[in-house]
């Protein structure tokens, strides 16, 4: 079963623009990670945020974590048509292992 | 060094065949998983090995699937008797030990495609 569940499930905006995705999870985690896929193969993983943090940066990239709401959001900064791909949170068991669970993913699209 | 690499990229099979998928994980990584991934889907969890052992197989679906590490290094999942609903990609990840903070490096999948 998947327990992230990421909206928008599409988000199509225009190179330069910011673009917000948003992640839910059901139970407690240790931390939520974001990846993101081209073209349906590999997936690269691009930034972890531990439960006991709350605002995470990398780049272009801003993570934000609530774990009493059981949300996260992922803000892609000045997008590049580069950035089209699609985005997954993943969340880990809370049992210290690193098995991950998915969500269905966000698939963004940046016009140039 | 190289990433994790999987081998076939693409296998087209019949129904009720026999089918193999490799993993080279990054040398030196000791955990290692398995997920599937279907259309319009975000991957799901088959197993993960620590070492050569299975440490969780609780993904598998039944028991047509089966997966081994026997060095430690290189895993294969192993499908029987495929059926049309076995179609997804399959992807493999390492990690360097199987903690919760460890990124996993993921594979660029195997596309199984069952007829």
């Known amino acids: 079963s998947q327990q992230g569940e990421e909206d928008p499930q599409a988000l199509s905006i225009q190179e330069g623009e910011n673009a917000t995705m948003n992640c839910s999870y059901k139970?407690?985690?240790?931390?939520l990670q974001w990846y993101r896929q081209n073209s349906g193969r590999g997936l690269v993983h691009l930034i972890l945020?531990?439960?006991?943090?709350r605002e995470k940066h990398s780049g272009r990239l801003r993570v934000t974590l609530d774990t009493s709401k059981k949300s996260s959001s992922l803000l892609i900064t000045a997008s590049r048509a580069a950035d089209t791909a699609s985005y997954f949170c993943?969340?880990?068991?809370?049992?210290?292992?690193?098995?991950?669970?998915f969500g269905k993913g966000t698939m963004l699209l940046v016009s140039p | 060094g190289a990433g994790v690499s999987q081998t076939p990229s693409n296998k087209v099979t019949e129904k009720g065949k026999y089918v193999e998928l490799r993993c080279d994980p990054i040398?030196?990584?000791?955990?290692l998983y398995w997920y599937r991934q279907s259309l319009g889907q975000g991957p799901e969890f088959l197993i993960y090995f620590q070492g050569t052992g299975a440490a969780d197989d609780s993904g598998l679906p039944n028991d047509r699937f089966f997966a081994v590490r026997p060095e430690g290094s290189v895993s294969t999942l192993k499908i029987q008797r495929t059926e049309r609903g076995d179609s997804a990609v399959y992807l493999c990840a390492s990690s360097l030990q199987p903690i919760s903070y460890n990124e996993q490096f993921f594979g660029p999948g195997t596309r199984l495609t069952v007829l």
């Open positions: 040398s030196g990584h000791t955990a």
């Open positions: 993943a969340t880990d068991s809370n049992s210290g292992y690193s098995t991950l669970t």
């Open positions: 139970t407690s985690i240790n931390n």
């Open positions: 945020i531990r439960s006991n943090e």
